[in-house]
């Protein structure tokens, strides 16, 4: 089944519809008028964060409740009682790792354990007795408790004080804009300003205006755009043998994951912006990387850290020998695939990341390479295909697919007759020349006068508004809803 096409998108409250843009309206009209009482700015953020997860599905906002609830009152625990610190944190893994296992993974573990016993001649019927309550796959779940869970790994390690205002906890757990696809802000950097009476000037409306505008062109016009190109290929009954066309594909869907979720992030830092709250960058064009390394340090960037300092740190790190570094780094990968989705194809796309990366440690290529510009190029390559196998996995809808796809993408066969159209091709040309700007290191005011800089801010942002109203795709759900 193609996980990326089953989606509602009419049930949840997405930032490209209309819905969305009254509870804004809403929402901005109403927040300057009690943002100087902090508990009323405190609560009409949770109020209107839990209305907006609400929308998609009341129940569930259950679970956010109770996650919270756990951490919050985890976080005073480990305070007061500090003698059963281990006993409080564990609780708070517990119960945060249950409730994805049992949300996200029930399904998974069910019909692998039937497999496991099928195997060897015996009948269990784990998958066919799970509540249908459980393979609902609750928007968000992996971002919000993974948020959750830092809380309290940052109370017990010293790096947070807890917070004794429960409204100030969920307005940070809750916050709409990052609610259910990141980035993943740590409490240390957003419970501080939550505490602050928001103090917008020009510059942050404008800059606020800028990220959310690009990222609803990174959104509707790229990503929206190239879906159904990139559905149309893996829904096809009769896989195309050309390797030109599938290279074509992996581009594309590598570029519309890139923009849908870059996007998703622009938006809620735009937004956050507008709050007087700071988020850290998610993505620093990661195409331009000159190693898997590298890589990892520009992509989902919130997400890539969480896994460094909670999972890689916490079980040793590079400090035990370059043995224990390397399995370090395949657990933290492994981990890493299996939090994107429920099928082995997430894990093996870990894996290969975790392989790649492993070959640049062991053979040190990235620093032999990077100080030439024909080296610079090559490495841009050579990571550019290996993130795009790695691709492969990720969207394929089974392994068997995926083989059939890396198989016909390096037998470089075909007579390029299934390749795409001139219209097709021109949304992925935007997204790779987005990416050769950035990689020559240009500015766009090494080419105008000082004295026109603002007229041409105005301009390209009516463009790109322009863009988003006349070439937008047809409205589908952030990719990154799913986890």
């Not at 696809?181 to 510059?203: F, H, N, T």
């Not at 990222?215 to 755009?225: C, E, H, L, Q, S």
Request: with cysteine; glycine share 8%.
């Amino acid at each position: 089944m193609d996980i990326f096409s089953n989606f509602t998108p009419i049930l949840i409250m997405l930032f490209n519809s209309i819905i969305f843009l009254v509870f804004a309206a809403v929402f901005f009209a109403v927040f300057p008028l009690i943002k100087k009482q902090q508990n009323f700015r405190l609560g009409f953020i949770v109020i209107a964060s839990f209305f907006f997860y609400g929308w998609w599905d009341w129940r569930f906002l259950f679970l956010i409740l109770g996650s919270g609830l756990l951490d919050y009152f985890v976080g005073l625990l480990l305070l007061k009682n500090p003698k059963r610190r281990k006993l409080f944190l564990l609780l708070s893994v517990l119960g945060n790792i249950g409730s994805l296992m049992a949300f996200k993974y029930s399904g998974f573990i069910g019909e692998n354990l039937d497999l496991l016993f099928a195997s060897m001649g015996m009948q269990s019927g784990f998958s066919e007795n799970i509540p249908d309550f459980f393979l609902v796959t609750p928007v968000g779940i992996s971002f919000y408790t993974f948020q959750s869970m830092s809380y309290t790994l940052d109370v017990y390690k010293g790096r947070l004080k807890p917070t004794k205002n429960v409204l100030q906890f969920f307005a940070y757990l809750s916050m709409f804009p990052q609610l259910v696809a990141g980035p993943i802000v740590r409490a240390k950097d957003l419970l501080p300003q939550l505490l602050l009476v928001p103090k917008l000037s020009e510059k942050d409306r404008w800059e606020g205006l800028k990220l959310i505008v690009h990222g609803f062109f990174k959104k509707m016009v790229i990503a929206d755009n190239l879906a159904p190109i990139v559905n149309k290929g893996f829904v096809a009954e009769n896989m195309s043998p050309d390797s030109f066309y599938w290279w074509l594909i992996i581009t594309a869907f590598a570029f519309q994951i890139y923009c849908d979720f870059s996007g998703y992030s622009d938006i809620a830092r735009g937004l956050a912006r507008w709050m007087g709250l700071s988020f850290e960058l998610n993505f620093n064009h990661p195409y331009t990387s000159l190693s898997l390394k590298e890589f990892w340090t520009r992509w989902h960037i919130s997400l890539s850290s969480w896994f460094r300092d909670y999972l890689y740190i916490a079980i040793g790190g590079s400090k035990k020998g370059k043995f224990r570094s390397h399995l370090n780094m395949w657990i933290t990968m492994l981990v890493s695939g299996f939090w994107h989705g429920a099928a082995w194809t997430f894990v093996i796309w870990g894996g290969l990341h975790a392989f790649f990366m492993s070959l640049e440690r062991i053979l040190g290529y990235p620093l032999k390479l990077k100080n030439s510009s024909l080296g610079r190029i090559f490495l841009v390559l050579i990571v550019s295909i290996q993130v795009w196998v790695a691709w492969v996995f990720f969207r394929a809808n089974d392994f068997s697919q995926a083989m059939q796809i890396v198989y016909a993408m390096f037998s470089f066969t075909g007579d390029f007759s299934s390749s795409l159209g001139l219209d097709e091709l021109l949304f992925i040309s935007i997204g790779v020349l987005r990416e050769v700007w950035i990689y020559h290191g240009l500015n766009k005011n090494r080419f105008i006068p000082k004295k026109m800089r603002n007229f041409t801010d105005i301009l390209l942002l009516s463009l790109l508004i322009a863009a988003c109203v006349f070439l937008r795709g047809e409205g589908s759900e952030f990719i990154y809803f799913q986890f």
